[in-house]
């Protein structure tokens, strides 16, 4: 009894694309081609003009412990950033600078929610909303995102999903793993609900600056949500620094001490070189963020295109981030079985939709931060596979 784990470790879930992503390296350890459109992760290097900034900064002697909620000078500048992209004013005292983005979602989640509560979040959406909801003993409700919407959410249904017991409300646009993207009307339906049942919102906006035909919307934007929203962002995906660890939570100065104190516990505080080459990547040159959102936007219409050209697979065309989530029901296989047969027998690394909830039951998530010849041959990979899939049928 003594050796046992502690029970909330049964509740606490996980991301399946570093799984696949691991089991697709052993596949590949053994000599077998494989293509990777599994994991969330530009396929670009950070751009010279940040990376310099942080070899100088580690020059410079940045290599020392420092404030739980981030240096002075980068959480200023971050949020002059985060303000002026959003048309907002942010204080210094409003930003905590994380390793990655990630610790934000863990660390207002473990903050505000407990037993006896519940939290709304998206389905399909990042499995670590889930994932720590459930680690805190709060009811995880789920909010379904269906294709027919163009993968947002019916705001009917998230006016019968809240009630008083309601803590949080979790939303995320531009999307992961639907690449769906949230309107400002559907946000100031999230606020009308928060504001009737008095509960917090978080909002997941890292993807805010992959954003193919429309303008962001941010949460904060909306009126009176600012006293009650947490806003996610980082620099991982829009500057291609998923190693360097960077991300920062906008909050109300009231939240911000506490989510402070969980960094103290936990990380302490974020590596310094990185918080100086972040400042460097959000008002040095743009050219090298620009020049992928350009990229991406061709390879969502390549694939897109591609996809729909199979039969059985129809695939919408999503307005953000670098996913893709085709239909494969009319295959007629389980999706989980399908994504393993995918990876195991044609060598094409993906995600089962399920891997982001049960909505996502009848969907692959295909991330397409690859390319353009990659994606090709991952489509005819795919397009071989239903192939046989037929022949074996008949
Ligand atoms: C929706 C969403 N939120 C947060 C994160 C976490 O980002 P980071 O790598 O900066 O921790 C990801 C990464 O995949 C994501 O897709």
Redesign the pocket.
Known sequence: MARQLASRMSRLGTETAFEVLARAKQLEARGRSVIHLEI?EPDFDTPGNIVDAGVNALRGGATHYGPSSGLPEARARFADAFGSARGLKIAPEQVVITP???PI?YYTIVALAEAGDEVIYPNPG?PIYESVINFTGAKAVALPLREENDFSFDPDELRALANDRTKLIIL?TPQ?PTGGVLTRKDLEVVAEVAQKHDCWVLS?E??SRILYESQHCSMLAIDGMSDRTVV?D?H?KTYAM?GWRL?FGVMPTSLEPVVSRLQTNIASCTAAFTQLAGIEALHGDQSGAETMVKEFRVRRDMLVDALNEIDGVTCNRPGGAFYVFPNVKALGRNTDELATMLLDEYGLASLSGTAFGKYGDGYLRFSYANSQENLREGVSRLKKCVQDLGSRAS
């Open positions: 969330g990655g983005a990630k979602l990042f995320n992961n997941d890292i993807y996610l980082g991982s998923t991300g």
